[in-house]
């Protein structure tokens, strides 16, 4: 029994230290622009959708027509949910306009897809052209989910 007991002690003596804020960790990724312009119209989207309270990490990609905005929300926001969401498109169409197709999503996999998409693009594995093409499917998987 006393052996039992060193063996689960040494073992969480082990185990990797955690600040508590495990669920407010953020990936941050830079705002992608896949429509050849350079406009910085990503990255003030970004910027809006960062000035939100209830949010805390953002991932945003603009297409040739498309926009997605994925974000997380704070634990405690997460009531809040389809109103933070609600708000957030509102001001996002306000600067994007209307002749692009924005999709704003609080899914983490469409989170995590777009980071994917935007570490492709920097890592050389994605020309525009394939991440714009990748940037729909993931607008898609999103509209299957909902």
């Known amino acids: 029994m006393k052996k039992m007991v060193l063996v689960i002690l040494l073992l969480a003596g082990c185990a990797p230290e955690h600040d508590g804020t495990a669920i407010l960790e953020t990936a941050d990724p830079d705002a992608v622009q896949l429509d050849g312009k350079q406009d910085g119209l990503a990255d003030t989207i970004k910027k809006e959708a960062d000035s939100v309270e209830s949010i805390y990490d953002t991932a945003v990609v603009k297409g040739k027509k498309e926009l997605l905005v994925a974000y997380k929300v704070r634990h405690l926001d997460r009531f809040k949910m389809k109103k933070i969401e609600k708000d957030l498109t509102k001001r996002i169409?306000?600067?994007?306009?209307?002749?692009?197709e924005v999709v704003v999503s609080s899914d983490y996999k469409i989170f995590l897809e777009a980071v994917r998409l935007k570490e492709d693009m920097a890592a050389g594995l994605k020309t525009e052209e394939q991440a714009d093409k990748r940037l729909s499917?993931?607008?898609?998987?999103?509209?299957?989910?909902?």
């Open 93 to 100: 169409e306000k600067i994007a306009g209307k002749d692009v």
């Open 137 to 146: 499917e993931i607008i898609k998987l999103k509209r299957e989910m909902t």
